[in-house]
């Protein structure tokens, strides 16, 4: 595969995967979910290749999550919103079983898919300006690939924090609880994950494959319910709650969920932007226009109130 959006290095029995997209701050799109796949892929099957690592280029961000002004056009169509899903769930796929140790070196801020990138990897050393969150919650997503795998990492009652507030911890708190293995300053960051690399490299290869897959025992019991969340964020994409999330984001101000918690308490169908496909056009016959309007979509006529 050509890539464009990752750097694929090999050396030593190393492989070293950089997510590279600097114009959009190293954020998820499709490109970069296939590119991603592909060099995991690559990386599992080569018999040169003993340990690798996953890492951010620049200094700032190992990786956003998924990039939202594309985002915010393709969730407009449920089956590549799927498309989308299926293609990052080959990514958390390939990091937990492709049979070598992944290491994440975490050169800045990861968040939403990022951060649930760090947790599927095996070890994780950051440098002191990372920092961490889910942020799902805020933008009308699903952390689904977080929901199931964090609680065994840093703890239930921790796990349920970090998703349902969204709260972005630094690398010290992350290392308290457990998400990562070891912060270091950032100009250590690269000779600390070659360290490890060369620990790891001594180890008998077919031991740890034997151990991580062992070890993968928790999330192998819970892997059948990605496909739900799958299939639950796929529909929760297309919703007005994601809609205003992401529409907020890209705005620069805080999403109004409150008003939809507001309307659903006076009885309105908050699952539509504007109220159910329930009126049908006198003039033109057309039908499943919303209950808010007042004229219809396609003729303009004029739809009465209480016209069904």
């Known amino acids: 595969m050509e890539l464009e959006t990752v750097i694929y290095q090999k050396k030593d029995f190393v492989a070293k995967i950089i997510i590279n997209r600097p114009q959009a701050r190293n954020a998820l799109n499709l490109q970069l979910m296939e590119e991603l796949s592909w060099t995991l892929e690559e990386a599992g099957r080569d018999n040169a290749i ?6 951010g280029s620049g200094d700032k961000i190992f990786c956003p999550g998924l990039d939202l002004p594309w985002a915010k056009e393709l969730f407009t169509k449920t089956p590549e919103v799927w498309n989308m899903v299926e293609r990052y769930t080959r990514i958390i796929y390939n ?35 990372a920092r961490f969150m889910q942020g799902e919650g805020g933008v009308g997503a699903v952390a689904t690939f977080a929901t199931q795998s964090l609680a065994p990492v840093i703890g239930d009652k921790r796990a349920r924090w970090f998703l349902f507030t969204d709260e972005v911890i630094d690398a010290k708190t992350a290392l308290e609880w457990g998400l990562i293995n070891k912060v270091v300053p950032y100009q250590e960051l690269d000779a600390e994950v070659d360290k490890l690399c060369q620990v790891i490299l001594d180890k008998s290869p077919w031991s740890l494959r034997f151990t991580k897959a062992q070890a993968n025992v928790w999330f192998d ?4 319910t990605f ?20 529409s907020a984001f890209l705005d620069k ?21 504007w109220g159910p496909p329930i009126k049908t056009c006198p003039n033109c016959g057309t039908k499943n226009l919303p209950g808010e309007f007042n004229f219809c979509g396609k003729c303009g006529a004029e739809l009465s109130p209480g016209n069904p």
């Open 50 to 55: 003993g340990v690798v690592v996953v890492t």
């Open 227 to 246: 496909y739900e969340g799958a299939c639950f964020w796929t529909l929760q994409s297309t919703t007005p709650e994601s809609l205003e999330g992401i």
């Open 95 to 129: 990091l937990r079983h492709m049979g070598k140790p992944v290491i994440a070196g975490v050169n800045g801020l990861a968040a939403g898919g990022g951060c649930e990138i760090v947790i599927h990897c095996d070890l994780a050393i950051a440098a002191e300006h």
């Open 221 to 224: 019991l819970v892997a059948h």
């Open 253 to 273: 101000r805080a999403p109004d969920h409150l008003k939809m918690r507001q309307e659903a308490a006076a009885g309105k169908a908050v699952e539509y932007l």
